[in-house]
């Protein structure tokens, strides 16, 4: 039989191997807070869990493809290409299973060979580093989200339709730069990226004609296609996302962009001139849903854990400080010595320390956890937590 040299379905062991990953990234505390209504009560202290938190389907898919490639190649060379997800404690746990990780594989795509594997992180890649990679015929595991493929699909459509994607996210980010490639396939395909609010009324006061074409350039040099032209290439403009934004800023987004081409075009052209279609990922609305409900009940301080460079923690940090003081920590490590706790501001994204974080007296903690997060490192944060009350609770 012949070796499969690429699948996006793994090799048939993800049911037993996913016995290992519970094992490894389940935590028996936070099955207890479930059982209890997602709340625990020791020390003074009130944690209130959210209702949805932690690994959703396409992470947990993802880790497991990952355990049964390891599983399948016992002693072949395993590279991941970049990150898998964004947690720190996921990736440092795949790199002790020795697979290392490409830290830059758009710039640097390693010398293959056909007996070695690559596995392709939940972001995707963009089309032309697959391309370089199919080329050097490695085995190739691509865990690639379902919900990404969705919006790689919307934007390929676009493109050959005509219309130029506008897209929700970070030009920086590994699922942007994925799903912007997309649009490059059709031949004559752009993109436009828009990381804000603020990036979206810029561009259309452009399509306003309001805008100057230089200063326009300057601003998203590292955000559109090649060659990308704002006098022509924003007639036709079709909405897309990187699936871990704000749901509601990504609506406001192409609200945005619908009265300002209907103000330039009239009403009556929109269906020749703008598309949209929600595709944030489920996952991502049902816990930004979820934070909200447990806003909406009196807290003193919401925790926030999920990596410093996970985009859904950060939006979910976002809406959390809205509310409350709000502590975005990528791990239980970062809380320290009873006083201490080392976290990202949601506001400016700076990484400080803060000393007496955590009041004296009845204290009420709203908690969640990115989708990126394993549920063993949001119950180590409510021990840690715990521990500064000099409350001390069975490990898990």
């Known amino acids: 039989m012949s070796e499969t040299r690429y699948t996006r379905r793994g090799f048939g062991f993800r049911a037993e191997v996913h016995k290992d990953v519970e094992r490894e990234f389940d935590s028996r505390l936070v099955q207890q ?15 209130r869990l959210a209702r949805e938190f932690g690994f959703c389907y396409g992470v947990d898919r993802a880790v497991d493809y990952a355990y049964e490639t390891r599983r399948v190649y016992p002693d072949r060379r ?4 970049g990150e898998i997800i964004h947690n720190p404690v996921v990736n440092q746990r795949l790199s002790d299973m020795d697979i290392p990780i490409v830290a830059d594989p758009i710039a640097d795509v390693p010398d ?11 972001f995707g890649l963009p089309s032309s580093t697959l391309d370089k990679l199919k080329a050097a015929g490695p085995v190739l595991v691509d865990t690639t989200c379902g919900s990404v493929l969705v919006v790689w699909k919307n934007v390929s459509r676009y493109a050959k ?8 996210g970070k030009w920086y980010h590994e699922e942007t730069k994925a799903t912007a490639s997309q649009a490059l396939l059709a031949g004559d395909g752009r993109y436009l990226v ?4 603020e990036d979206a009324d810029h561009v259309c006061e452009y399509i306003l004609g309001r805008g100057d074409r230089e200063e326009f350039l300057a601003r998203f040099v590292d955000a559109c296609s090649p060659g ?5 290439d924003l007639s036709r403009i079709g909405m897309a996302n990187q699936t871990t934004m704000l749901a509601s800023e990504s609506i406001q987004v192409a609200d945005r962009f619908r009265t300002a081409m209907a103000e330039r075009f009239g009403e009556d052209a929109l269906d020749e001139r703008f598309i949209a279609f929600d595709t944030i ?10 934070l909200q409900s447990l806003l909406g009940e009196p807290l003193d301080l919401a925790l926030i854990v999920g990596g410093y460079n996970s985009s859904n923690t950060g939006h979910l940090a976002r809406i959390a400080s809205r509310s409350v003081p709000t502590y975005h920590i990528q791990h239980a490590g970062e809380i320290g010595g009873g006083s201490r706790i080392r976290h990202r501001d949601p506001k400016t994204g700076e990484i400080r320390e803060t000393t ?15 989708a990126s997060t394993p549920n063993l490192e949001v119950g180590r944060v409510v021990r840690s937590v715990l521990e500064c009350r000099g409350v001390t609770i069975e490990r898990t």
Request: aromatic share 6%; proline share 4%.
């Open 281 to 290: 990922c489920s996952a991502t609305q049902e816990r930004q849903d979820a």
């Open 194 to 197: 828009v990381l804000n609010l």
């Open 228 to 232: 990308f032209d704002p006098d022509t």
């Open 33 to 47: 807070m479930k059982e209890q209504e997602n709340r625990l009560s020791a020390g003074g202290l009130t944690f």
């Open 78 to 81: 395993i590279l991941l290409m």
């Open 112 to 122: 293959l060979g056909e007996d070695d594997v690559v596995i392709i992180p939940a």
């Open 161 to 168: 339709s005509g219309f130029t994607s506008i897209i929700h």
């Open 356 to 370: 007496d974080w955590l009041p004296d007296g009845e204290v009420t903690i709203g908690l969640t956890a990115g």
